[in-house]
């Protein structure tokens, strides 16, 4: 690719801060892309799309700018750390960007992916979509396949403004909008109606659709609205599951008595569109915000070190015990600066993601990130980085392998526990191999942070804690050690986020 100037770009672009901004990239970045004189392939596309809003007119191929500036109707807000995150939107808008739109919008709208069940019910399902946006609740469709029996997806999704979702193995679908980002990027599932059918599937932990894979999935607050002929209501099966989806924290809104379509009389009919709104309105209203004015930064992932232009030092870490974290923080109330290394999860709602590569990147977004009330360093840090120039292909030749030296990263947790600026509350993991509670005791006094979570990166089944969806760890805070027995990620961050309301509360 043609080198492009990166100094005129930055000048174009209004400064240093913005184009950071932009990329979601520390100071040191772009220092790297000055030296270099060249921005990496991914910033192509926003960076083309930020300096055609600033009305400039640039050769999309080298990013040289060939135009003369006019007058601007609309400019992209540069200063909006959220930027980054929908860069799909200026690269051409995809599915997910619709969602991401909604979440980092700023205005705090609350979406609902509503499932709708195939029932005679059915069509309700479409005026519940409609009074929920009436409430500025956006509302994302899914539909399972017996749905599509009683209302199209179409009108679904002319309903909602969204595409209505419907297969699980839709191939378009899954490079849009995979079925676990659709089930995350929600603040709630709403089934209506429920029929003993789905109940008992998801009762089961079936996820053999759509809809039963989204409830198996999501980390959202899940409400249903049965509807069914009396006699399947009052069915023992269908009594048990409803037991079992409550006993898990499902909220039901009704059924309601009454007449029913097969002529019967009876508890099963769909509550009124008014209670299942009005419902839906008051559990979002009252979604937990007990760390709202809170400002938390939360590290995930791996750091990657480059060798040189195409090769690179990374460790296995997928991100999925962090972004769990700062999820769990975001859904309190918490204002969450997630600084993560490369991964393929999607970033959680309601978070502002900053997107870094390098050890030295990381602790860059992490003082820009400050000030802060509370850091959780759950990302695997890179030790060590190569010295030296890394731009360039090193060359296979025979004089054998390349000398390669390494030198200490900065230790972001040690960092930040000894800033000015230091967070009230400074949490690090320690992932060992052997005398997990030693050795964590001793990089905790070491790192000077307030707790330390210990998990081992062997488990006793011999599984890694990197890339698993389960964690068990020690939590050592003051003189006191807990034990956290295995249970999925999500559950941990959810248990650590407890710890993290009850000392500020
Ligand atoms: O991402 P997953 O696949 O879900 O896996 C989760 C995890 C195993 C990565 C996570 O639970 C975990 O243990 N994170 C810390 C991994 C690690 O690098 O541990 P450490 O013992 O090497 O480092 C101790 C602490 O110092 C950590 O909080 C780390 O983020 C921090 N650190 C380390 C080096 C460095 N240069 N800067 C740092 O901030």
Not at 295 to 309: K, L, M
Request: aromatic content about 2%; glycine content about 8%; proline content about 5%.
């Amino acid at each position: 690719m043609k080198k492009h100037d990166v100094q005129t770009i930055i000048t174009a672009l209004g400064g240093r801060a913005q184009l950071q901004a932009l990329l979601s990239v520390g100071a040191s970045a772009v220092s790297n892309y000055l030296a270099r004189d060249e921005l990496p392939q991914r910033a192509v596309g926003p960076v083309c799309a930020a300096l055609r809003a600033r009305g400039f007119t640039v050769d999309p191929t080298c990013l040289e700018i060939i135009g003369q500036r006019v007058p601007a109707a609309a400019s992209v807000p540069l200063d909006n750390p959220h930027m980054a995150g929908n860069r799909q939107i200026a690269n051409g808008a995809t599915g997910s960007a619709l969602l991401d739109t909604h979440r980092s919008s700023g205005t705090g709208q609350a979406r609902v992916l509503l499932i709708v069940g195939g029932g005679i019910a059915a069509y309700k399902a479409l005026g519940v979509a409609r009074r929920l946006q009436d409430h500025d609740i956006a509302v994302t469709g899914v539909m399972t396949r017996s749905a599509s029996e009683f209302v199209t997806p179409l009108s679904l999704a002319a309903l909602t403004g969204q595409k209505a979702y419907t297969d699980l193995f839709s191939l378009t679908d899954e490079a849009e909008m995979g079925h676990i980002q659709l089930a995350r990027q929600t603040d709630l599932v709403l089934v209506v109606p429920a029929t003993a059918n789905l109940m008992a599937r998801t009762a089961n932990g079936l996820a053999d659709d759509l809809a039963t894979t989204i409830l198996l999935a999501t980390t959202a607050p899940v409400m249903m609205a049965p509807a069914m002929n009396q006699a399947m209501w009052g069915h023992p099966a269908t009594q048990e599951n409803h037991a079992v989806l409550v006993a898990r924290g499902i909220d039901m809104i009704g059924p309601d008595d009454g007449g029913m379509a097969c002529g019967e009389e009876g508890t099963g009919r769909l509550s009124p569109t008014d209670g299942i709104v009005d419902a839906v309105v008051a559990k979002l209203a009252g979604r937990h915000k007990a760390l709202a004015g809170h400002h938390a930064i939360v590290t995930s992932g791996p750091t990657i070190e480059p060798i040189d232009s195409v090769r690179f030092i990374a460790n296995r870490s997928s991100g999925k015990q962090g972004h769990a974290i700062a999820a769990a923080l975001a859904a309190r109330g918490a204002k969450v600066t997630l600084v993560s290394g490369p991964v393929s999860l999607p970033h959680p709602p309601h978070v502002t993601h900053v997107a870094v590569e390098s050890a030295r990147e990381m602790m860059d977004a992490c003082m820009a990130a400050l000030p802060a009330d509370i850091a959780i360093c759950a990302a695997a840090v890179a030790d060590w980085h190569v010295a030296g120039d890394t731009s360039g292909k090193l060359k296979k030749d025979h004089a054998g392998p390349p000398r390669i030296e390494l030198v200490e990263n900065p230790d972001i947790l040690a960092s930040l526990s000894a800033h000015k600026k230091r967070p009230q509350l400074v949490i690090g993991f320690a992932a060992e191999s052997e005398n997990l509670q030693a050795n964590a005791a001793a990089k905790r006094a070491r790192k000077g942070c307030d707790w330390i979570l210990a998990n081992a990166v062997t488990r006793a089944d011999g599984s890694s804690v990197f890339d698993s969806d389960s964690n068990g760890a020690l939590l050592l805070a003051g003189n006191s050690c807990e034990d956290w027995p295995q249970m999925p990620k999500i559950a941990l961050a959810e248990r650590l986020a407890d710890r993290i309301e009850a000392h500020f509360g």
